[in-house]
């Protein structure tokens, strides 16, 4: 129904910044919100970011407001997730999820997931 391919990750330094992109085909009435999340090693995935395609309605965690920044490109049907001044606490592989319904920032209610991309920052 849905497919959610993310790209862009890489490894970093910190201060550095750094673009994801996620890509979805399928179903478009199955992705009008879609999402970032990120999960570090013996962590639970963490909820980042999130919009809607029909309402553009955004909606950030507290912990990178500020620094990550979510858009859409409508030409190239793609997600952006635009992340500024890198920390190494921001080490985590990067996922894209969607649903049909409203943005929410749960990520139990999110039933399409990407494969996740590695951001790692380092020195």
């Known amino acids: 129904q849905v497919q959610l391919v993310e790209s862009g990750g890489g490894l970093v330094q910190p201060g550095d910044s750094l673009s994801l992109s996620c890509a979805p085909s399928g179903r478009t009435s199955s992705y009008n919100a879609m999402a970032w999340f990120r999960q570090a090693p013996g962590k639970e995935r963490e909820f980042l970011a999130g919009?809607?395609?029909?309402?553009?309605?955004?909606l950030y965690a507290d912990s990178v407001k500020g620094r990550f920044t979510i858009s859409r490109d409508n030409a190239k049907n793609t997600v952006l997730l635009q992340m500024n001044s890198l920390k190494p606490e921001d080490t985590a592989v990067y996922y894209c999820?969607?649903?049909?319904?409203?943005?929410?920032?749960?990520?139990?209610?999110?039933?399409?997931w990407g494969q996740g991309t590695q951001v790692t920052v380092s020195s």
């Open positions: 999820a969607a649903r049909p319904g409203v943005v929410v920032s749960n990520r139990l209610d999110y039933a399409y």
């Open positions: 919009l809607s395609w029909s309402g553009a309605r955004t």
